[in-house]
């Protein structure tokens, strides 16, 4: 590991961490769920909250794909996303959905305001984010796509967001 310049489990724990709250909408996939974990690992976010039915560690689905990110990313579950919700606002995160909405603006073009922290909501692997976390959501980021599909897996969207985080607005260092 130090050859590759990465920290220990118990040194990540010391290291700053970029103020982001990633939030696990009923995300059925413990596949899924995995990857992200190891993602919010890879780019030192601050928490992952894990909403609903959303699948929690231990276990061995949610393990495969983690690869040990279980053990180095702080994560909640929450009977509800609408309480995830209210308790990032709590700690004074700006509340934004990942979703193809009506005020959606391009990921690109996000500007989260002076690095005000942020909770990122990721929704569920078909229906996406529900209407009522919608309702309280203080902006929308999409995601351009140019296909005949024009939706992403969560793993996936959640690594392209998170990097887009770091790469203009959160470098860890900042912190």
């Not at 103020?19 to 696990?24: D, E, F, N, Q, R």
Request: hydrophobic fraction near 40%; glycine fraction near 6%.
């Amino acid at each position: 590991m130090e050859e590759l310049g990465r920290f220990s489990a118990g040194a990540l724990d010391q290291q700053p961490k970029i103020p982001v709250i990633v939030i696990l909408d009923d995300v059925r996939s413990m596949h899924n769920v995995g990857s992200v974990f190891r993602t919010c690992d890879a780019f030192a976010v601050k928490e992952l909250l894990l909403c609903g039915y959303t699948p929690t560690p231990p276990h061995r689905d949610i393990h495969k794909t983690a690869l040990g990110a279980t053990e180095t990313v702080v994560w909640k579950h929450f009977a509800d996303t609408v309480s995830a919700v209210q308790y990032a606002r709590d700690q004074g995160y700006r509340v934004v959905s990942v979703e193809q909405a009506h005020d959606s603006v391009e990921l690109q073009t996000f500007e989260p305001g002076n690095n005000h922290p942020l909770a990122l909501v990721f929704g569920n692997e078909v229906k996406g984010v529900q209407d009522a976390v919608l309702n309280l959501s203080d902006g929308f980021i999409e995601i351009p796509q140019f296909g005949t599909k024009h939706s992403l897996n969560i793993s996936v969207s959640a690594g392209i967001v998170l990097w887009e985080m770091v790469r203009s607005h959160f470098r860890p260092e900042k912190f």
